[in-house]
């Protein structure tokens, strides 16, 4: 039997390779460090990070390095107008005050009983006058009082300026006595005016 003329003629067939288009994926696998997507000088290492950790510590330093130096100036700033005044160690160390001394009483006149009269008026200024008695708790005294004191016991010395006193005081009052004289006053301005005269009386008499 004769053969088909198809068959004879048809070439035969080839198996052509899939085009790259139609090729099946490759399966997934891990990817070799030579081909990695990610670059190399990205990944953190020990030693960035220790650089960085310094490098933070250092700015932070720094920082409050800074805001100590701004305080300082601002507290310098808020205290300018207040004015220190240097400290003398001399003004502060104190020592016990001496009692202060009364002044000496003077001395215009040289007769006994003029002398006594006068510093009797002194006695009389500085420690105070009274009424009622010769002298008080205070250690103020009365005109008999300050004869006595400023006399240091001496009773005639005592006697002949009382009598001096009591003339002088007749001269413009009318008391018979210095005790009721001295009582009669309200303050010691009259009996301290009465022994200035009384002296100057006595030393006119040479007594």
């Known amino acids: 039997m004769p053969a088909s003329p198809s068959l004879a003629t048809a070439p035969p067939r080839t198996t052509a390779p899939p085009s790259p288009a139609t090729a099946p994926p490759r399966p ?17 290492t020990a030693s960035d990070a220790d650089l960085g950790l310094e490098a933070r510590l250092a700015a932070v330093d720094a920082l409050m390095t800074l805001r100590l130096e701004e305080a300082a100036v601002a507290h310098e700033v808020r205290t300018a107008h207040l004015a220190v005044d240097p400290v003398d160690l001399a003004e502060v160390i104190t020592v016990p005050i001496a ?5 000496a009483a003077p001395a215009a006149y040289r007769t006994p009983a003029a002398a006594l009269l006068e510093r009797a ?9 009274c009424a009622g008695a010769l002298t008080d ?11 006595h004191v400023e006399a240091g016991g001496d009773q005639d010395l005592v006697v002949d300026a009382s009598a001096i006193l009591l003339d002088a005081i007749r001269r413009r009052f009318h008391d018979e006595s210095v005790p009721a004289f001295n009582d ?14 009384a002296a100057r009386l006595a030393d006119a008499r040479g007594r």
């Open 28 to 44: 997934a696998g891990p990817a070799s460090p030579a081909t990695s997507s990610v670059p190399t000088s990205s990944v953190p």
């Open 99 to 103: 009692p202060a001394r009364q002044p």
């Open 137 to 147: 708790d205070d250690g103020s005294v009365c005109l008999l009082g300050a004869l």
């Open 184 to 197: 009669r006053q309200r303050s010691g301005a009259v009996p301290e005016r009465m022994l200035l005269e």
């Open 121 to 129: 008026h002194h006695h009389m200024r500085t420690a105070g006058w």
